[in-house]
């Protein structure tokens, strides 16, 4: 199974640029395993992987962490330059109302030759989105598509057809669903995820997203002109944190170094592979 944590390429993009683990012998509570990032901009993760480690992190943990049951990962690829890409992006606003969705709005750029250059367009949406090429049999990719819980694909402006894909595709993972939880801890954001709940295990790539809850373009070229288009969690920044493997692990954050213009929220999920299943997920109201 390819992680993107572990592919240098990626862990570049996410400014990660060396490990250095320090491993504590097992005693009574558990074999600690902490694992420090050093980053230009102050990264610092510790990895735990102890399930006593993490339910006393979680403990303490300040408030923020993530609502009771499973949360399903809406991820819409939208442009401000798609014409018939606003009644998703109102779609999936309502979406991200819901206790039981994590919704996440992806901006790409690949339609900014159309008049109007998107303002939160980032090109690594744009790779993100062609990543599900293979693992979704999809030939090309498009606007808006909506990718649900990693595992299938819809137009995202019919509402019908993006609700039964979170009913189905949250049922087919249900016997692989992690505990995910996310939160603050004074200067850090902590996450948590659990161990898995049986049979055989997959690694995954806890990633971590930046969002801002609500940004409203006025749009003045290209097919959209002259709308006023308010997009719903925006992803700011999108980095791999650390490396699920099974067993219980905690990531620890540095809050400051952390900061981007414009977000307020952070989300955590699992997924498996580059384009995989996204087994756990968890929302922070303000980080």
């Known amino acids: 199974m390819v992680s993107p944590f572990r592919d240098s390429h990626l862990i570049v993009e996410a400014l990660i640029y060396s490990a250095v683990a320090h491993i504590v012998p097992k005693t009574d509570k558990g074999l600690f395993v902490q694992m420090r990032f050093l980053a230009p901009l102050?990264?610092?993760?510790?990895?735990?992987?102890?399930?006593?480690?993490?339910?006393e992190q979680a403990t303490v943990a300040k408030e923020g962490l993530a609502a009771d049951g499973p949360k399903s990962v809406v991820e819409l690829f939208t442009s401000q330059g798609c014409s018939s890409c606003p009644d998703a992006d109102a779609l999936l606003g309502r979406l991200a109302g819901r206790?039981?969705?994590?919704?996440?709005?992806?901006?790409?750029?690949?339609?900014?030759?159309?008049?109007?250059?998107?303002?939160?367009?980032n090109p690594k949406f744009s790779e993100r989105q062609k990543s599900y090429k293979g693992?979704?049999?999809?030939?090309?990719?498009?606007?808006?598509?909506?990718?649900?819980?990693?595992l299938t694909?819809?137009?995202?402006?019919?509402?019908?057809?993006?609700?039964?894909?979170?009913?189905?595709?949250?049922?087919?993972?249900?016997?692989?669903?992690?505990?995910l939880r996310i939160a603050e801890k004074g200067s850090h954001i902590v996450i948590d995820a659990g161990p898995a709940q049986g049979g055989s295990v997959k690694e995954a790539t806890i990633w971590l997203a930046q969002l801002s809850k609500s940004v409203p373009v006025p749009i003045t070229r290209g097919e959209n002109r002259g709308k006023t288009i308010t997009y719903h969690n925006v992803v700011r920044e999108l980095m791999p944190v650390g490396l699920w493997t099974g067993q219980a692990i905690t990531v620890q954050l540095d809050r400051p170094s952390l900061a981007r213009p414009g977000a307020e929220r952070c989300a955590a999920f699992l997924q498996q592979g580059r384009g995989g299943p996204i087994i756990g997920a968890a929302v922070l109201s303000e980080c």
């Open 135 to 150: 693992p979704l049999g999809v030939q090309m990719v498009y606007t808006p598509m909506m990718v649900v819980n990693g």
């Open 153 to 179: 694909h819809v137009n995202g402006s019919d509402e019908s057809k993006v609700q039964t894909a979170i009913e189905k595709s949250a049922n087919i993972l249900a016997a692989t669903r992690v505990p």
């Open 99 to 121: 206790n039981d969705v994590l919704a996440l709005s992806f901006p790409v750029d690949y339609w900014d030759y159309l008049g109007w250059k998107d303002t939160l367009a």
């Open 42 to 55: 102050g990264l610092v993760a510790a990895l735990v992987g102890s399930t006593a480690m993490a339910a």
